[in-house]
Structure formats: structure tokens, C-alpha cells
């Protein structure tokens, strides 16, 4: 079963923008699907978007025209680049693959 890191979360001010990483201990290029989940204190783990071993995405509303989810197969790594954040957007990313598999998460926080 394929082992999921993430990477760059930070704090960053409203309007910002940051690029989170997801390496995975082996290939990614045959997993169905992969995306990343965010939970906000007091709050469930929510859904922000997925990739399909093909390429198509989707996301959830909240976030759509704002993040965009790609991966690179070769690097076995998958990526959310966060434009335009809020601090709504504050939260533990969570790196996710079919199977399931899922990292431990990497803190964002955005604020003034």
C-alpha cells in the first residue's frame, strides 16, 4: 500500500497563494483516484477535489476556480495550488489515494 507525505502548508495572508505537495512512497500512475480533504478546527473532514488516474479533476464548490489539483507520475507526486485564499481556507490538508491512504496532513492557515 503506497505511503502519502505531505508538504508545504504555512501561513499566508488573505489574497495569497500557496502550492501543496503529496509524495507517494510508490507509483501513482495506475491509482484511480487521488485528491486532497481539509478539516477546519471543530469541524469534519470535508472533500476539496480529486484527480483521476486519466487526468480529469473536479472539485468542490467552495474552492473551484481557486485550487487546481495535478500530478506528476514520473515524480509520484500530486499537487494542490491554492490561489486567492481565505481565510475560510484555514485547515490540515490531507493527502488521500484510493485504497483508501491517507497522509498526515499539513497545516494552512490564512490570516492577516
Known amino acids: 500500500q503506497v505511503q502519502l507525505v505531505e508538504s508545504g502548508g504555512g501561513l499566508v495572508q488573505p489574497g495569497g497563494s500557496l502550492r501543496l505537495s503529496c509524495v507517494a512512497s510508490?507509483?501513482?500512475?495506475?491509482?484511480?483516484?487521488m485528491g486532497w480533504y481539509r478539516q477546519a478546527p471543530g469541524k469534519q473532514r470535508e472533500p476539496v477535489g480529486f484527480i483521476k488516474s486519466g487526468g480529469t479533476t473536479n472539485y468542490a464548490d467552495s474552492v473551484k476556480g481557486r485550487f487546481t489539483i495535478s500530478k506528476d507520475n514520473a515524480k509520484r507526486t500530486m499537487y494542490l495550488q491554492m490561489n486567492s485564499l481565505k481565510p475560510e481556507d484555514t485547515a490540515v490538508y490531507y493527502c488521500?489515494?484510493?485504497?483508501?491512504?491517507w497522509g498526515r496532513g499539513t497545516q494552512v492557515t490564512v490570516s492577516s
Open positions: 488521500y489515494a484510493m485504497g483508501p491512504t
Open positions: 510508490g507509483s501513482i500512475s495506475s491509482v484511480y483516484v
